[in-house]
Antibody, heavy 118, light 106 residues
């Protein structure tokens, strides 16, 4: 049973860079596609982007200019960087695995709250 | 981007009621439609994928499709079904979600 765990600072200052890591256990990060999804408090889900270890990466156009995703196969982790953050980036951030068939999110991390505040 | 429009945004129903949630895609997405259940403080949990395939959830949940309209049905609402439900299209990127339907138990 694959498990995902997000980690990173819970507080980021405005204009700085948000950095999160998702550690995958019980499976290999070299398989599947891996996504980041966020959810502001009391609001809906927003897909941030997806990567595959082949190098294929896709970002949400609404965030594309500020987002970078990468993978570290030696640590079985993948990461998210979001630059120039504002209060609007305050949210729960989830990492998730996307199946290769019908491309549903079948495993999720528990989520980590990132607050943007000075 | 493909827009997913969910309705209603909330509903209140009694235990045993039949509940229906609808999701409409702004363009054809074939059967690339998934449903998730989210309880407060928890990550979303996959309920149904490919419009109608259950993912290890009770059989009171079902999904159906008609063109660009998709439906999640709970045949007999149970107390543990109190949650917010989201549809999501996986036809193309960016992946997009409906705005959610909050289901409350009367």
């Amino acid at each position: 049973q694959v498990q995902l765990q997000e980690s990173g600072p819970g507080l980021v200052k405005p204009s700085e860079t948000l950095s999160l890591t998702c550690t995958v256990s019980g499976g290999s990060v070299s398989d599947y596609h891996w996504s980041w999804i966020r959810q502001p408090a009391g609001k809906g889900l927003e897909w941030i982007g997806r990567l595959y270890t082949s190098g294929t990466i896709s970002y949400n156009p609404s965030l594309k200019s500020r987002v970078t995703m990468s993978v570290d196969t030696s640590k079985n982790q993948f990461s998210l960087k979001l630059t120039s953050v504002t209060a609007a980036d305050t949210a729960d951030y989830y990492c998730a695995r996307e199946s290769t068939s019908f491309r549903y999110f079948d495993s999720w991390g528990q989520g980590t709250l990132v607050t943007v505040s000075s | 981007d493909i827009q997913m429009t969910q309705s209603p945004s909330s509903l209140s129903a009694s235990v045993g009621d039949r509940v229906t949630i609808t999701c409409r895609a702004s363009q054809s997405i074939s059967s690339y439609l998934n449903w998730y259940q989210q309880k407060p403080g928890k990550a979303p949990n996959l309920l149904i994928y490919a419009a109608s395939t259950l993912s290890g959830v009770p059989s009171r949940f079902s999904g159906s499709a008609s063109g660009t309209d998709f439906t999640l049905t709970i045949s007999s609402l149970q107390p543990e079904d109190s949650a917010t439900y989201y549809c999501q299209q996986s036809y193309s990127t960016p992946r997009t979600f409906g705005q959610g339907t909050k289901v409350e138990i009367k």
